[in-house]
């Protein structure tokens, strides 16, 4: 049995693309994932969030369903161009009246809302610019958070500025998979450092323009197993992995410089990047650090099987290493590693003292489990796997990381990037026909949890 502290924060956490739909109502502009949605070849099915759950128009009853799951805070981000379709200082006062409405809701039904800036759908127009590549979003950036706060920050106290900068940059400006496409190191190395900057510049303007709030910034991270340590060239391989995913972001608010060993891969790449003084701005005070954690990565010694190792690639690292991880695998093909979670925790209390304050703002898994006869959704694996994470989260409490809220990924099923809707990461299961809501088994085991502010022992972890 797994306790948890008092005051600890049990909640739920959803994306604005991922869930509203409603795409061209009230004056919302485009965004970088309706352009890449609409390029054909990008989405799995050729899908869009559209319509997605929408929940424009039915945010009332996924409140209500909140409720009745007993968490404690939402956390939810806005749609940057529902707000300014342009992306610059020219408001759209429906889009405002909408997380107002939603806000209030949440209010009233004693749920603690929790705003992250942006989760990925930067208006289109900006994109037109250079989007993350291009210096100027950072101040751009600025401007939407300050207006961000000014109109909610009397009711919400807890802000995220960028949803996992990670992706935004690596996946979106190197590999291309995600929005916006593109394939380029120096667009990558900009977007890494522009995203850094615009979390220091935003989070400034955010304090000055209410110093009570609390701000944060989520980074996707994990927990490497290298095979084999001794070997130097996976040790090296390692090390620049951790650096461009884990060290990054943290580095850059706390210290004001950036890893020293993947500077130095990137450095004449970084010298037309960093601009003088850039460093100094990087630090900023961060109230807490927000932490997406999905599974382990692992770098394993290339096999014969393998076929010849890149000598560039995703990272871009040369790759020297298979990285197979170890089965079963969640439908994301992705490891289930909860001793991860816990020694990733134990490892930012310990690394990175100054941070005084944890949460797990997403953590869950995609399974494909349906409705039965009897209408009821078992989804077995993802109670076992929500369980195990749940008792990793509470082992690390115990070693002295002051972990203060876990955030289910997802509240409901929803539109899985460049998955479509083909991977279903929801407690919540979606008829994307219908638009009927089904609290899946998974959902009543973690209200059941969040009830008893533990961790009982039948509630899966094997």
Known sequence: MSKFPQDFKWGVATSSYQIEGATNVDGRGESIWDRFCATEGKVANGENGDIACDHYNLFAEDVALMKSLGVSTYRFSLAWPRLFPNGDKQREQRGFDFYNRLIDELIANDITPVITLYHWDLPQTLEDKGGWANREIVYDFAFYAGEA??????????????????????????IGVHAPGVKNLDSALAAAHHTALAHAEATRVMKAIDPTIKTGIALNMTTYRIEDESDPELAELGDLMDAQLN?????????????????????????????????EKLKV???YLAVNYYSDSFIGLPRESDGPMSDGGLFPFPHRSNG???????????????????DLLVRISEDWPEIAEIVISENGAAYDDEPNAAG???????????????????????????????????????????????????????????????????????????????????????
């Not at 060993?261 to 990137?266: C, D, G, N, T, V």
């Not at 009927?436 to 899966?460: D, F, P, Q, V």
């Open 149 to 174: 706060v000014q109109a909610f920050s009397d009711r919400v106290k807890e802000w995220i500025t960028i949803n996992e900068p990670w992706c935004v940059s690596w996946l979106g400006y190197m």
């Open 247 to 279: 060290r990054w972001w943290i580095d850059a608010f706390l210290n004001g410089r950036y890893p020293k060993s993947i500077a130095e891969f990137h450095k004449e790449r970084l010298a037309k990047i960093v601009q003088p003084g850039d460093l």
């Open 324 to 342: 197979t991880p170890p089965e079963p695998y969640t439908d994301m093909g992705w490891p289930i590693t909860p001793v991860g979670l816990e």
């Open 285 to 287: 005070q961060t109230d």
């Open 376 to 462: 009821d959704v078992e989804d077995h694996r993802r109670i076992d796997y929500l369980a195990s994470h749940i008792d990793a989260a509470s082992r690390a409490i115990d070693r002295g990381a002051p972990l203060t809220g876990y955030y289910a990924w997802s509240l409901m099923d929803n539109f899985e990037w460049a998955e479509g809707y083909s991977k279903r990461f929801g407690i919540i299961h979606v008829d994307f026909t219908t638009l009927k809501r089904t609290i899946k088994n998974s959902g009543k085991t973690y209200a059941a949890i969040i009830a008893a502010n533990r961790l009982e022992a039948n509630s899966g972890v094997k």
